[in-house]
């Protein structure tokens, strides 16, 4: 397999659905996601995965029980498993590159209309 760079500037352009995440590569049993963000999404927890959000453009405000924390542009947050929260846009459209297992489900322990079983590639 040849090494192929992505531009993020390109990827993000070539999709407009929001919070449906697509896959950018792959990194062993780990996938690099790119996603929009508009509004709020739904409260969830990952039993077993652990996530990174980076935010490439915008700002986010993760959610969390024990009290929210504001993502800008070129920061990221790790979200250990078991941790209940919820990614939202603070902005009309957030970009953010997401860091995550391939057993992750978007939703983790929610099953909603947000819910993607099966992310495409870009």
Known sequence: MTPQKVNLAE???SFSDHWSPKIAGDINDMQVKLAKFQGKFDWHHHEDEDELFLVIRGTMRMGLRTGDV???EGELIIIPHGIEHRPE???DECHVLM???KSILNTGNVISEKTVRKPDRI
Request: net charge negative; aromatic share 8%; charged share 25%.
């Open 11 to 13: 990827a993000f352009s």
């Open 70 to 72: 504001d993502v800008g």
């Open 89 to 91: 846009a603070l902005d």
């Open 99 to 101: 860091l995550e297992p």
